[in-house]
């Protein structure tokens, strides 16, 4: 298979089932659901499994003792080359691919680096949980080097259940931290996209995690609520965590509405690439592209060059090698389409006022940029975060100050102005800082995305030996 081709189902061939991973290993349920690709195609079969197989298999995991520490670093490691490498549910990574970027539209270039950078983030785990333990706290009281009072590290619960919604697959590279920590974990996988999850649990199975550490959990609403009520704490962004945002229990992955500000003392001439790379890459679909540029001065040069330059990109189907864009179902795409020009009323556009979807002629379509300019560092587009390379810019002054900027996953900052800075650091709502030109999707292991996973999952009791 060449690189870029789609894979071609034989006629007659089955479909490839993606089964469920309990405590007793694979299960295939009665109830099964189609996954379709872009074109309205179906490719596979998923199980769904009742709520009496979901509370059966979460009791499981709570009788389950974790892997000692030493284990669970190396077994993350292995982990990672499997699942970057290895055939796993009968699929090679080369096929694991390809499904994903069928039935999730994007690239496949796109796919192919998040393969890497999920298997990265996999095997830094256990460091990058180390990273996010308090100084004054250590990882385990037995150690001799521990004074005689001492606070220690320790896990708020023995479960936790995974809702991770399936827009990008690099959104799964954060939870196996919980397995580094001894979390014993079940994953809700994405009906939009269940490969990644289901190939993630496979490679942590096989590199040493047993069936009662991690589980694979599809099922339908009901049964959601129930792996989540059963855990001991729940980590994700679907509309089942959603419903549970106010219970300190619930860790719920917020929008990124990630924003770049250049003040006077910059020109945004010489940021370009960086603000075009920030609004594109990935495909314009994570929550770390760029929702909104600010620039204290006339937003309108700097809107018209950013249009120039993602007008140029082109409509391609995503299996293609060169594509950039993301293709979503016909119907979905002018559906969003639709949304965000009802949105965007009131705007100047720049590029998409008319219409930003491109029919392929196969069912799916490319959903092309769009740009447009408002009037005011606090006009409500500015939150209107969707899966594409879509941005609104507009002006910025001094008297506006931090306010615009709140609520903002990560914010790219160009300015001389070092108390701006700093009064931006002590922003609570802005979770990650960029000060230059450095794009808002840059990021690397051991960092923290929304705050480390650890501080949620852990907390520093105090022990006292005699």
Known sequence: MGAGEQPQKEPGAELPELDALGPGGPYRARSRQEIRDVTGGTIARMSLVPALFVKRAVKALHAASPLPACERAS?????????????????????????????????????????????????????????????GAVPDWRDPLVRTSQAVWTRRGEVL????????????????????????????????????????????????????????????????????????????????????????????????????????????????????????????????????????????????????????????????????????????????EKFVLDRARGTRAWLGGTGFVDELGDGSAVLRPAVHQVDSAHAPQLSAEVPFPCVWVGPWSREDGVEPLRDTLVLTVVTEDDAFVQALIDEPTISNLHVGSHATHRHRPGLPHDGYLGEFLMRSKTVVRV
Not at 85 to 101: F, I, K, N, Q, S
């Open 161 to 336: 259940a995974v809702h991770v919604p399936g827009n990008h697959p690099g959104t799964h590279g954060f939870w196996p931290e919980a397995l580094a920590l001894g979390y014993r974990v079940a994953v809700r996988p994405s009906t939009r996209e269940p490969f990644t999850a289901y190939r993630l649990v496979l490679a942590l199975r096989e590199a040493g995690f047993g069936n009662d550490q991690v589980v694979l959990l599809p099922c339908g609403h009901e049964a959601a609520d129930a792996i989540v009520r059963g855990a001991d704490l729940a980590y994700g962004g679907d509309e089942v965590i959603r419903q549970y945002a106010d219970d300190p229990g619930v860790l719920s992955l917020r929008p990124g509405r990630s924003k770049i500000l250049l003040t006077a003392d910059a020109d945004w001439r010489d940021h370009l690439d960086m603000i075009v790379d920030s609004v594109g890459r990935h495909a314009g679909s994570g929550c770390v592209n760029t929702t909104a540029v600010l620039v204290e001065g006339d937003p309108a040069p700097l809107a018209g060059a950013i249009a120039e330059r993602l007008a140029a990109l082109p409509s391609l189907p995503p299996h293609d090698d060169k594509a950039l864009l993301p293709v979503q179902n016909t119907k979905a795409a002018r559906a969003l």
């Open 75 to 135: 077994a993350l490691a292995r982990a990672a080359e499997l699942f970057r490498t290895a055939t796993l549910g009968g699929l090679t990574a080369r096929e694991y691919e390809a499904a994903v970027t069928g039935v999730s539209g994007l690239p496949a270039a796109v796919v192919r680096a998040a393969t890497r950078t999920c298997a990265d983030r996999v095997v830094n785990s256990y460091r990058s949980v180390q990273l996010a333990r308090p100084a």
